[in-house]
């Protein structure tokens, strides 16, 4: 099957030669009817990839592809409106003069009256928003301005549907509604999507793959359980959610640290090395004990569940969720374990270590 989106070896700088890239050595493919989630910290180079991709930025290097023909580099070159790309920004972008059967009109300028009528009637009734035809963007709530903007994305029949932070002007409640809504509305469409998030929950929860971007770079690209469980290094460990990390010795396939016993490491046998361990609020448990040397040092109710922070006989600290019931309160001695069943990602410096180095001395 042809990738939807192929990106080879992209870069793109701003101020000249000498100027750091924004995005820098870009692979990537995306499929027919896949939601990509890329998200990074701000200046990451996010919302430069959703230009280039769109037609709006020009790479340096590399070459891009949609539906297997070249629209960027190796000297091809074909703007926005011959590349089959749909644009839904985070302030929607609607024309305040227009109608909305006249925005989402907008794209579809190249067909018949007749054609363009029933692609405008059918991409409103898609989101929903059918009886407001004639209405103006300003008489819309910020959900329904949001729909429009992605129905009138929708109605040229897209292969790619580019969307850069398009929930993030929303309410919280409002937010969680249109996220589904839209969701819901590119599956249906068959568009491979690439959404552009600053919120590891949406990433996370929409993404049928995350990116993860640091510095112009793909740290990693995988699917959301693997990003969030398995991280390829600590930047993507703290990135993508709470972690802490403790030293920690593997001998002969255990694990333990200050804390004891973590857990036995499958294809670690007969390895001896010191490693550190990440820790998710989740994976650590705790249990009232008054000889234990570690306390609870700070409790945050977060509704559903309460966080503790607790510190260590060493000073170091772990976080730790525990349902809405439990509530150590600050001073409380506590004895710290891990969670059964819990698979930690241990590091060696910056990187998550999926099997012995080389250099780990053996017993």
């Not at 190796?74 to 024309?95: K, S, T, Y």
């Not at 692609?119 to 429009?148: K, T, Y």
């Amino acid at each position: 099957m042809t990738s939807a989106l192929t990106l080879t070896q992209v870069s793109k700088s701003y101020g000249g030669r000498d100027a750091d890239p924004a995005v820098r050595g870009v692979s990537l493919d995306v499929s027919p009817g896949e939601l990509l989630t890329v998200i990074g910290p701000s200046g990451c180079g996010k919302s430069t990839l959703l230009r280039l991709v769109a037609g709006l930025e020009r790479p340096d290097a590399g070459r891009i592809e949609i539906e297997g023909r070249a629209v960027a580099g190796d000297g091809a070159w074909r703007p926005p409106e011959g590349r089959r790309v749909g644009l839904v920004f985070q302030d929607h972008a609607l024309f305040p003069h227009l109608t909305v059967a006249r925005n989402v009109a907008f794209g579809l300028d190249r067909l018949p009256r007749k054609e363009r009528a029933a692609r405008v009637a059918q991409a409103l009734e898609r989101v929903g928003l059918a009886h407001v035809a004639d209405r103006h963007p300003h008489e819309l709530s910020g959900g329904e301005q949001q729909r429009v903007a992605l129905a009138r994305a929708l109605a040229p029949g897209p292969a790619v549907v580019l969307l850069d932070e398009p929930f993030s002007s929303l309410d919280e409640n409002l937010r969680a509604k249109v996220r589904t809504d839209t969701l819901a509305l590119l599956r249906e469409s068959g568009s491979a999507a690439i959404l552009v998030t600053h919120d590891q929950t949406e990433a996370l929860a929409l993404g049928d793959r995350v990116a993860v971007m640091r510095d112009g770079v793909l740290e990693q690209v995988a699917e959301p359980a693997t990003v969030y469980e398995e991280p390829v290094n600590r930047f993507v460990a703290t990135f993508m959610g709470e972690a802490d990390f403790l030293p920690a010795h593997v001998h002969d396939a255990l694990l333990t640290s200050e804390i004891g016993v973590v857990s036995t490491v499958p294809g670690w046998g007969g390895t001896d090395l010191d490693v550190e361990v990440m820790l998710r609020p989740h994976e650590v448990a705790l249990e009232v004990d008054p000889d234990a040397t570690s306390r609870v040092v700070a409790v945050e109710y977060h509704g559903a569940f309460v966080l503790h922070t607790v510190r260590l006989g060493s000073g170091a600290t772990l976080r730790s969720w525990q349902q809405h019931g439990v509530r150590h309160p600050a001073g409380t001695p506590v004895a710290v374990s891990v969670v059964p069943g819990a698979r930690p990602v241990l590091l060696s410096g910056e990187v998550a270590l999926s099997a012995p180095p080389e250099a780990a001395r053996r017993l």
